[in-house]
């Protein structure tokens, strides 16, 4: 549809060490229920919307030599940085494409899970439907969904910073007024269930930074400047402000013991079958 919001969030190597930092936090944190997922030695998986293809890569691993990993990503750089980071790696289990994480183009019933991953607050109701709709297709009877997004809304950070937090609100606008759901984490569950999935399994948790990674890492905001500058929830002076500010928060976060807290939500669900 010609009128369907663009992803926001602009590719730079400065977000793809982002997407590195989470990668490795996600693998770490949520080692029980990627194994609950599937997420295991020989699986098959789809990660549907990996973006430049850091969680691809932590999951090929996982799997092994035995399992297969196919991210699909819309985003042509996204994509064409996850092959470039495929081969990089040396990683033979692991292949990427360009498509909609509505219509992947991949194989109907071959995957043993599918992996979707700060995927959906990015798209419209509809797309999210389309996209949970798609994702049951790809899945054998009786393959898991595993599905991670977040509530914005509820982003802060200690000590309070003006600016910072004036770019975290300016971005979550952004998201409900291109008809986006910053706060869809919650709701994941009744989503899946719609789907068609049932055995729905909830978890919920907050991600912290350390100060350390803080110097070195932008928010995900940060990366979504111009979409908002377009969309008219940025002006030139916004982002120089913003600007100075996530230099002076990034100076000080080791000093300040600085923190940032962001509410994440996963589900794990089951294509009915054995």
Not at 184 to 206: K, M, N, Q, Y
Request: hydrophobic content about 45%.
């Amino acid at each position: 549809m010609a009128d369907e919001p663009s992803y926001s969030l602009a590719l730079s190597d400065i977000e793809v060490e982002r997407y590195r930092f989470m990668a490795q936090v996600a693998r770490a944190g949520e080692a029980a229920l990627w194994e609950r997922a599937g997420i295991a030695e020989g699986a098959v998986i789809a990660d549907v919307g990996c973006g430049p293809g850091l969680v691809l890569l932590e999951l090929a691993d996982v799997v092994g030599p035995e399992g297969r990993v196919s991210g699909v990503d819309r985003d042509p750089a996204a994509a064409a940085t996850a092959a470039k980071l495929i081969g990089e790696a040396g990683v033979a289990n692991a292949t990427v494409a360009e498509g909609p994480a509505w219509a992947t183009g991949l194989p109907s019933g071959s995957f043993d899970v599918v992996n979707i991953r700060h995927v959906l607050a990015h798209n419209t109701a509809d797309d999210v439907r389309r996209i949970l709709e798609h994702a049951f297709d790809l899945l054998g009877p009786g393959g898991a969904i595993y599905v991670v997004d977040v509530d914005l809304t509820g982003g802060r950070m200690d000590p309070p910073d003006e600016d910072l937090q004036d770019l975290l609100d300016r971005y979550v606008l952004h998201l409900r007024d291109t008809g986006r759901n910053p706060a869809i984490g919650p709701t994941l569950g009744s989503a899946v269930a719609a789907a068609g999935f049932d055995r729905v399994e909830r978890s919920a948790g907050f991600q912290m930074p350390p100060p350390q990674a803080l110097t070195a890492i932008r928010p995900p905001a940060w990366a979504a400047r111009e979409a908002m500058r377009a969309s008219g929830h940025a002006t030139d002076a916004d982002i120089e402000r913003w600007e100075r500010g996530l230099t002076r928060f990034a100076a000080t976060a080791v000093e300040l013991d600085r923190a940032i807290f962001m509410s994440i939500y996963q589900v794990v669900a089951r294509k009915p079958g054995s």
